[in-house]
């Protein structure tokens, strides 16, 4: 099912929650909203799932006017951060929940209910968990239940509100590609909240970047990274450094004075020995191996800014940097953007 959100505002009192909100969320794809704390992302997705009512503006399910819809009405299924399971249901039981309160006349037959929870079951990889209770389980375990719950009564949209939030590093990133590889075979239509990049630039089919209440950008995560529409999304989507720079023939050469900015990711800034053209000085002010990278902090010469390089392991190796020494940076890719604010 296919989610059109067509000029949605909201306010919460003076404060403009939404402003002028458009998306389209296709049928079948799973789409990140991505944006920093306070964009609006939530207030969004309650929009969508019929928890809050927007000020003025419409939800189409479809094509079909689902604004005034009671949230029981919209067959959505919902994943929170905090895993809101049962304590005192079993695994079995938890997942079975949704379809045990159906009203008789729509509710399957106690067997069929057994069937589809082990299916689910088997779907999340938690068969052999169904007898056990919430408290008995992992924070990743507990949230595969609940992913499983919400896909029991079959919903036509599936809503994730930082589904991982509340997980360590590793059990997120498995859990993220195992949310991938269950879309890849289910195909609900699912709108997830994130306010991680990296999440979302692995997860998602489309990304849609929100800041401030207002979206900034959609598209495919190869889109919003490679050609980022703005400086707040290239700035949200990795680290940034701003070089000075002015134009020859078109090509964009980091230089000193300044004419206009550029905006440099730290792993497209060359580090060399030598000067070389369309370089700038730089001293080597600190030196950090971080897992397989090293990043540089580097003082440009004569703007008394800093930029940070990040190398290779191996590259880093080959230059045996030391702090204090002088060295050339060039960035191998800028970008630059019209009507430019800088972040
Ligand atoms: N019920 C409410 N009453 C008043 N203000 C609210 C209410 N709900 C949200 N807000 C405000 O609206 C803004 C957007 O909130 P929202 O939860 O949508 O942001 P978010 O992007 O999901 O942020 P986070 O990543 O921190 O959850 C915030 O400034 C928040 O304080």
Known sequence: MSIEIVSVNKQFGS??????????????ELTALLGPSGSGKTTLLRIIAGLETPDAGSIRFDGEETTDRHVRERQV??????????RHMTVEQNVAFGLTVKPRK???????????????????????LADRYPSQLSGGQRQR?????????????????????????KVRVELRRWLRRLHDEIHVTSVFV????????????????MNKGRIEQVGTPAEVYDQPANP???????????????????????????????????H???????????????????????????????????T????????????????????????????????????????
């Open 15 to 28: 404060f403009t929650a939404l402003s002028d909100v458009n998306l389209t969320v296709p049928s079948g």
């Open 77 to 86: 299924g919902f994943v929170f951060q905090h895993y809101a399971l049962f």
């Open 106 to 128: 729509d509710r399957p037959s106690k067997k069929e209910i057994k069937e589809r929870v082990h299916e689910l079951l088997r779907l999340v990889q938690l068969e052999g």
């Open 145 to 169: 239940v609940a992913l499983a719950r919400a896909l029991a009564v079959e919903p036509k949209v599936l809503l994730l509100d930082e589904p991982f939030g509340a997980l360590d590093a």
């Open 194 to 209: 994130t306010h991680d990049q990296e999440e979302a630039l692995e997860v998602a089919d489309r990304i849609v970047v």
């Open 232 to 266: 707040f999304v290239f700035d949200f989507l990795g680290s940034v450094n701003l070089f000075h720079c002015r134009s020859e023939q078109g090509q964009a050469r980091a230089a000193v004075p300044e004419l206009s900015v550029g905006y440099v990711r730290s």
């Open 268 to 302: 497209d800034i060359e580090v060399e020995r030598r000067q070389n053209d369309g370089a700038v000085e730089a001293e080597v002010r600190h030196i950090q191996a971080v897992g397989p990278a090293v990043r540089v902090e580097l003082l440009v010469r004569g």
């Open 304 to 343: 008394g800014k800093t930029v940070e390089a990040e190398l290779s392991r191996d590259g880093a190796d080959r230059l045996a940097l030391g702090v204090g020494e002088t060295v050339y940076a060039r960035p191998r890719k800028m970008q630059r953007f019209v009507g430019d604010y800088q972040i």
